[in-house]
């Protein structure tokens, strides 16, 4: 299977990886001895080619977790190529994760095969139920089928930071809070250690945990590029703090530098530590001319240029080149380059960086040299992004060296220290996704990524300087970036940005950065003391800020070239009331083909396709006949997973009731608001769907035990759960079995879970009574007719669940939501992972059934 995979017969580690009982904690092998390959093709080979009880064991997704953009890149290609080649490409999809390039609608088919590959900041932050760059409605999917039924894979975990901490904790949480299915954390590096993985809660599970390395076989194999001579010299150059803080000099002696030992026809690579210094040096050396080619690679372009650089990579090797690059070439890019010139950096990065030079053992004359950087209590800006302790310990190793072939490498020593650690009552509390009345969450970024490496995600657009009031504001129904149009920037460099901007503007003049308010439906300004990691930002083309032969640069006023064709259509910018559930689904193909909804809907967190937005109606669908519809979808999507429990049963009893707040009276009153007036309408028929395509819901009212409501803020799931627990006897409602169910309906579109709360300008009624989501105390529902015959009873619902305690009116003493939710959370049998993952089912469930509905087709 490997060799017709990769043309090539696999070494014997990557066999043993495949074919050993279980799988390993830890892969340490040199760079450039193929760990990609080794675990997805070890992976495929359980998953898909393996006995049965093996593949049985084996985990449906495998999750590649990457430090960089351009290795995942890199891997999405490697693993597609593979898949292609062993007939599989069909079957097993492979999905991207990473700033720009965001993945839809894998989490709709949580039964299959699949492999997502992704940047640390991506996959991390939506284990942390705070997926970037996602509807905050969505996150509750992602980061149950991240936590269940996974092999997460860690590669280059040197890279990580405090994040490598959080890979660790959260294998641990897996293994003590429990899951339905299998999930297995591998890293991967050549330098890792398990002593980095010994963190508070995962330390227990490393007396078992093993390590997987080569054998002396595989060393005979691996010799060329084992002995690869790589020698070492000392460059004589030192970045001093002071030249630290006015570069241009220094980049100028370095850009001489490596101008004298660049030797004609061959590939020199240049690694600098700062994006800011690598342009200067790229700058320099394009000015001289110094080879044919001069190319400058970081983690700060678009992905139209990132394309064009990643292309060229391969062919690099044998050409008049000198390429300039930061930490993104440093591990994982098959590059192989005559002569390295390198900053100093701690040690696992420089063998990272060795790797680099003479990777293939083929060069005439490989050479590398490093250049040293002061460190000391006073040098920390000639030191960042690292510590100086760490530049120190590297020193000493390189002043002992002659040559840094791999076989000459000492092994890295050296402990790690976190700054910051996800402890179990964080993950607890990260479950909650409500947000605060500003729209603002628990920041998760010193978790997914250094606090000192934190990022943002901008995008440029041009819009007319006008607006309401005169004060320029962007258009509200902009679509949402394209893939091609994205860019990750550090906050230093955004705060540089904006710095150089905001000097002398006036108050009323246009304004370079804004941000969605999705609580009011439209754009706000950003200034630097605002900003906020993971943030995804409008900047203004106009005023400059990127150039596509440098990336983002703050100190350029050149406007920016705006991506032809921006946004993807009909994706509009979340807000936080819009209601999808009038929205029909879309049919799909090709590779998105599954599951797809109407233009509003990635808003809402639902499915969303790329397919043409065809006018015309849809079909209305009943009440009754959709509840019956997703208990069947239920059922067959339970018959996937018999290990769980009595799933079929739960997700059945969840169905069934999961839309009964669609027969309130306010929202059957937006169902008639839309219906096309050429169409009959039963008004005597409690309709779930209408046929009316489109996003949003209009201004609706009705009229209400004599009381004109809006509709407005209306959810029809918190009225289907507070009548399911009308339904139950009060002595019941503190059951554990029935607070389960309740919420499973409540949270199954992702906006009413942990907390029954209201929202901002919500209608508030004329009493004191409890109201919550459009709901009052007291509204009464009318029986639901389902297609057996069967009736739903009637209910009057009651809002004394959202009290902090019991409600005192309450004499069978109803516990709170919250307890009920908090109990579920910790009871052994269910747990966050668990409990998401049944949340996730019956989404997915409703998802089919409405597909399956509108077009016939639930595939």
Request: proline letters at 8%.
């Amino acid at each position: 299977m490997f060799q017709q995979a990769t043309g090539c017969a696999p070494y014997g580690y990557q066999r043993r990886l495949a074919l050993e009982p279980d799988w390993p904690a830890i892969v340490r092998v040199p760079t450039g001895a193929g760990k990609t390959a080794a675990v997805v093709l070890a992976w495929l080979w359980r998953a898909c080619f393996a006995p049965e009880d093996v593949r049985r064991q084996t985990p449906r997704r495998l999750i590649y977790c990457l430090p960089q953009r351009t290795l995942v890149e890199q891997t999405r290609a490697a693993a597609e190529q593979w898949l292609h080649a062993l007939g599989l490409a069909a079957t097993i999809p492979v999905h991207v994760l990473m700033g720009g390039d965001l993945a839809r609608d894998w989490d709709v088919l949580p039964e299959r095969r699949q492999i997502l590959v992704g940047t640390q900041d991506q996959l991390l932050s939506r284990a942390l139920n705070r997926g970037y760059g996602m509807s905050r409605y969505r996150w509750p999917m992602h980061f149950a089928l991240l936590h269940d039924d996974c092999l997460w894979a860690i590669d280059e975990p040197q890279l990580f930071g405090d994040a490598l901490a959080t890979t660790a904790q959260l294998q641990a949480f897996r293994q003590q809070l429990g899951t339905w299915r299998p999930v297995r954390t591998i890293w991967l590096s050549a330098t890792v250690q398990p002593e980095w993985l010994a963190t508070v809660d995962y330390a227990p599970y490393l007396e078992d945990a093993r390590v997987l390395e080569l054998d002396e076989a595989d060393r005979v194999q691996l010799q060329t590029r084992l002995d690869a001579p790589k020698p070492l010299l000392a460059s004589g150059l030192r970045l001093t703090e002071k030249a630290a803080d006015k570069p241009a000099a220094y980049a100028e002696e370095l850009a001489q530098y490596v101008r004298r030992v660049h030797r004609p026809g061959t590939l020199t690579l240049v690694i600098v530590n700062r994006v800011a210094r690598a342009q200067l040096v790229y700058q320099a050396l394009d000015k001289a001319q110094a080879a044919d080619r001069v190319l400058l690679i970081h983690s700060r372009f678009r992905l139209a240029e990132r394309v064009r650089l990643n292309q060229a990579l391969p062919g690099l090797a044998g050409t008049d080149t000198i390429l300039v690059a930061t930490q993104a070439v440093e591990a994982g890019v098959d590059l192989s380059a005559e002569t390295l010139v390198t900053e100093l950096a701690p040690w696992t990065s420089l063998v990272q960086r060795f790797g680099r030079c003479n990777r293939d053992g083929k060069a005439k004359e490989p050479s590398v040299h490093w250049v040293d950087i002061e460190t000391g209590a006073k040098a920390a800006k000639a030191a960042a992004p690292y510590l100086p302790e760490e530049l120190d310990a590297a020193r000493a190793r390189l002043q002992g060296l002659a040559d840094v072939r791999i076989r000459a490498l000492p092994a890295a020593d050296h402990p790690v220290q976190y700054r910051h650690v996800l402890r179990r009552r964080d993950l607890l509390a990260l479950f909650d996704t409500t947000p605060d009345l500003t729209g603002y969450d628990i920041d998760v970024s010193p978790y997914v990524r250094d606090a000192d490496d934190a990022d943002v995600t901008v995008f440029w657009r041009e819009w007319p300087w006008e607006g309401e009031g005169g004060r320029m504001h962007p258009p509200h129904d902009l679509l949402r970036p394209s893939p091609a149009e994205v860019c990750r920037v550090s906050l230093s460099a955004l705060r540089e940005y904006l710095q150089l901007r905001s000097r002398g503007r006036d108050e009323d003049a246009p304004w370079p950065a804004w941000t969605w308010d999705a609580l009011r439906g439209n754009w706000r300004r950003v200034r630097e003391h605002e900003l906020i990691p993971g943030q995804l930002l409008l900047l203004d083309a106009r005023e400059g800020g990127y150039t596509p032969d440098l990336g983002f640069h703050p100190v350029s006023r050149v406007p920016v070239p705006v991506i032809a064709d921006p946004g993807t259509p009909g994706r509009t910018f979340e807000t936080h009331d819009r209601d999808d559930d009038n929205a029909p689904l879309q049919a799909q193909s090709g590779a998105e083909q599954g599951n797809g909804m109407a233009p509003a809907g990635d808003a809402q967190g639902e499915p969303v396709s790329q397919a043409a937005k065809a006018p015309g109606l849809a079909q209305p669908v009943p009440l009754g006949l959709h509840l019956r519809e997703v208990a069947d979808e239920a059922a067959r999507l339970a018959a996937a997973f018999p290990e769980v429990p009595d799933l079929a049963a739960l997700l059945s009893e969840a169905a069934w009731h999961h839309d009964r707040g669609k027969a309130h009276r306010l929202y059957q009153a937006r169902i008639a608001a839309v219906w096309p007036q050429d169409l009959p309408r039963d008004a005597e028929t409690l309709w779930a769907k209408s046929p009316q395509p489109g996003g949003a819901w209009p201004e609706v009212t009705a009229e209400i035990a004599g009381r004109t409501r809006s509709a407005k803020h209306f959810r029809h799931e918190l009225a289907s759960a507070l009548a399911y627990l009308a339904d139950v006897a009060p002595e019941k409602r503190n059951d554990l079995a029935v607070r389960l169910v309740a919420y499973l309906i409540a949270a199954h579109h992702g906006k009413v879970r942990v907390h029954i709360q209201s929202v901002p300008d919500e209608q508030v009624p004329e009493d004191d009574r409890l109201f919550a989501r459009g709901v009052w105390d007291g509204d009464a529902l009318p029986a639901v007719p389902l297609p057996d015959g069967r009736r739903l009873p009637p209910a009057t619902l009651r809002l004394g669940v959202m009290r902090a305690g019991t409600d005192p009116k309450d004499a069978a003493e109803t516990e709170s939501w919250v307890m009920g939710v908090q109990r579920l959370l910790a009871h052994p049998d269910y747990g966050p992972f668990r409990l998401a993952w049944l949340e996730a089912m019956l989404r997915v469930a409703d998802w089919r059934a409405s597909q399956k509905e509108v077009y016939g087709d639930a595939s």
